[in-house]
């Protein structure tokens, strides 16, 4: 099937999360952290999505949201084009599901393999004991924890860090959702393992018409992991484009040192320092402005139009590709 005949899974629009950061006499909020600031893009079925920049940049919030574990500020979130407030919590997440980070934070230590995977069946109330039984050792099975019923019993503690991951894919599998948001679902995992639990994923998200958004602040990883990538940037979108465009037609500033950095993997190779300024900006009560000013390494050559006007927005500038900086709107980058 067509990407044009496919429907739009996620739907965002406006999304905004601000956490107080300075309250004042009466408990009155003085100063927000602008965690995610008028975000915007979609996802249709069977695709994936990958967010990246740097940490603090609202990556995380953004996923934390779209699961229902933080409510949004401001603007909106739609699953098969329905506001994600009109799903009843239960069956909202047998629709979206989460991978977390840390596989030893997200696995409780006191349940069982069986027990972990199966928690959403008995939430659910879906199958007998015995179809419950089965149903885990099929997913345990399909993301190569082998032979299943030796880890059924088992205990977290007992797996490496690369099998409590693969147990918590399982989870997010067990209700067969349509879209899992995974959080840098393997940088606490050694290298020798990660390139093993990408591979898994793709191939889940074949077998399963998954789509994932996958937070990331690494490039190379979103090139082999997703379709489109999504560039933040203290609460923004900076650039939006097919993958394999974006890596090599990078047009926003950011995007360009973001490629600057990503290590060659070549002894010989010399690189110089990534083309930005400074450090990232604390992203309390930003100025309106582009959030990128204060770093941007074009800021003294392009005059006072990015200084003076409000952040821009995100504009397609060619087919697919869309960028937010008024420079790269008006040809001069």
């Given at each position: 099937?067509?990407?044009?005949n496919k429907k739009v899974l996620l739907e965002i629009k406006?999304?905004?999360?601000?956490?107080?950061?300075?309250?004042?006499?009466?408990?009155?909020?003085?100063?927000?952290?602008?965690?995610?600031?008028?975000?915007?893009?979609?996802?249709?079925?069977?695709?994936?999505?990958?967010?990246?920049?740097?940490?603090?940049?609202?990556?995380?919030?953004?996923?934390?949201?779209?699961?229902?574990?933080?409510?949004?500020?401001?603007?909106?979130?739609?699953?098969?084009?329905?506001?994600?407030?009109?799903?009843?919590?239960?069956?909202?997440?047998?629709?979206?599901?989460?991978?977390?980070?840390?596989?030893?934070?997200?696995?409780?230590?006191?349940?069982?393999?069986?027990?972990?995977?199966?928690?959403?069946?008995?939430?659910?109330?879906?199958?007998?004991?015995?179809?419950?039984?089965?149903?885990?050792?099929?997913?345990?099975?399909?993301?190569?924890?082998?032979?299943?019923?030796?880890?059924?019993?088992?205990?977290?503690?007992?797996?490496?860090?690369?099998?409590?991951?693969?147990?918590?894919?399982?989870?997010?599998?067990?209700?067969?959702?349509?879209?899992?948001?995974?959080?840098?679902?393997?940088?606490?995992?050694?290298?020798?393992?990660?390139?093993?639990?990408?591979?898994?994923?793709?191939?889940?998200?074949?077998?399963?018409?998954?789509?994932?958004?996958?937070?990331?602040?690494?490039?190379?990883?979103?090139?082999?992991?997703?379709?489109?990538?999504?560039?933040?940037?203290?609460?923004?979108?900076?650039?939006?484009?097919?993958?394999?465009?974006?890596?090599?037609?990078?047009?926003?500033?950011?995007?360009?040192?973001?490629?600057?950095?990503v290590p060659v993997p070549d002894p010989e190779y010399k690189?110089?320092?990534?083309?930005?300024?400074?450090?990232?900006?604390?992203?309390?009560?930003?100025?309106?402005?582009?959030?990128?000013?204060?770093?941007?390494?074009?800021?003294?050559?392009?005059?006072?139009?990015?200084?003076?006007?409000?952040?821009?927005?995100?504009?397609?500038?060619?087919?697919?590709?869309?960028?937010?900086?008024?420079?790269?709107?008006?040809?001069?980058?």
């Open positions: 099937m067509s990407s044009e406006g999304l905004k999360k601000f956490f107080p950061a300075e309250r004042a006499l009466f408990a009155r909020v003085k100063h927000f952290v602008h965690a995610v600031d008028d975000v915007s893009f979609d996802i249709i079925e069977g695709e994936s999505l990958g967010l990246v920049g740097e940490s603090g940049c609202g990556k995380t919030t953004t996923g934390r949201m779209i699961v229902r574990l933080e409510d949004p500020t401001a603007g909106t979130i739609k699953i098969y084009d329905k506001p994600v407030n009109d799903y009843e919590r239960m069956n909202y997440h047998s629709i979206v599901q989460m991978i977390f980070q840390d596989p030893y934070e997200s696995l409780n230590p006191r349940m069982t393999i069986f027990d972990i995977v199966a928690e959403p069946l008995n939430i659910h109330n879906i199958g007998t004991l015995e179809e419950r039984e089965a149903k885990v050792m099929e997913l345990l099975q399909k993301v190569g924890i082998t032979p299943p019923e030796s880890f059924l019993w088992r205990y977290p503690h007992e797996l490496s860090g690369g099998q409590r991951q693969r147990i918590a894919i399982a989870r997010a599998l067990v209700l067969n959702p349509k879209l899992i948001v995974a959080d840098e679902p393997t940088s606490m995992l050694d290298v020798s393992v990660r390139t093993g639990v990408m591979q898994l994923m793709m191939q889940l998200q074949s077998d399963y018409n998954v789509s994932y958004l996958y937070i990331t602040h690494d490039l190379a990883v979103a090139r082999y992991m997703v379709n489109r990538i999504a560039v933040m940037y203290l609460g923004k979108l900076v650039e939006l484009a097919e993958t394999e465009e974006l890596l090599h037609n990078p047009l926003h500033p950011y995007t360009k040192s973001l490629m600057d950095a690189r110089g320092e990534p083309n930005i300024l400074g450090s990232i900006s604390a992203p309390i009560d930003p100025l309106p402005i582009c959030r990128f000013y204060d770093r941007c390494p074009y800021r003294e050559i392009l005059g006072d139009r990015c200084k003076t006007q409000p952040h821009p927005e995100l504009k397609e500038v060619s087919p697919g590709h869309f960028v937010s900086c008024y420079p790269v709107h008006e040809g001069k980058l």
